[in-house]
């Protein structure tokens, strides 16, 4: 009788415990699911602003020749 109540005991120890895995589980998904979207966010903001950068970089250079012919007449 008493090993019967400790399997028992052990049994429903052992469905908490899983309960809890599965909800621990649940929730580190989602916390990963939105690191992965923040990433995916930052990825894009920093492909925009290396192309907004280069654009800039190219328009002054144009500008600085412009300059630098106009001073040159």
């Known amino acids: 009788m008493k090993y019967?109540?400790?399997a028992e005991n052990t049994q429903e120890e052992l469905h908490e415990f899983q309960e809890?895995?599965?909800e621990y589980e649940a929730e580190l998904e989602m916390?990963?699911?939105q690191t992965e979207f923040r990433n995916w966010t930052f990825y894009r903001k920093t492909?925009?602003?290396k192309w907004n950068w280069s654009q800039l970089r190219k328009k002054l250079k144009c500008n600085i020749q412009k300059a630098t012919s106009r001073s040159l007449r």
Do not use: M, T, V, Y
């Open 20 to 22: 809890g895995s599965r």
């Open 4 to 6: 019967k109540q400790c």
């Open 31 to 33: 916390h990963l699911q």
């Open 47 to 49: 492909i925009a602003f």
